[in-house]
């Protein structure tokens, strides 16, 4: 099993069901380490990141405005 499985979370950067020969994986690459060949990508792409990024920041702000009206409503 993954241990991505047992602690209940997907790192973005493996599949949990690998090549499809049976084997878990190794939980430092996403693969079983059967050498089957398959590549498969470990980094995200410089637009995947900024995505993220993007997305985080969007997240940041939304916290930001929900402390700010918190105060605001603390000094009234």
């Known amino acids: 099993m993954c241990c991505n499985e047992r ?3 997907h790192h973005g950067h ?18 079983c380490g059967c050498g089957n060949g398959e590549f498969e990508r470990r980094y995200q792409t410089k637009a995947e990141r900024i995505a993220e990024l993007e997305k985080y920041l969007g997240a940041l702000k939304a916290e930001v405005q929900g ?6 409503d603390l000094h009234k």
Do not use: K, N, T, Y
């Open 67 to 72: 402390v700010e009206e918190q105060l605001a």
């Open 7 to 9: 602690h209940g979370r």
């Open 14 to 31: 493996h599949r949990h069901h690998g090549c499809g020969c049976g084997e878990s994986c190794d939980c430092e690459g996403g693969q």
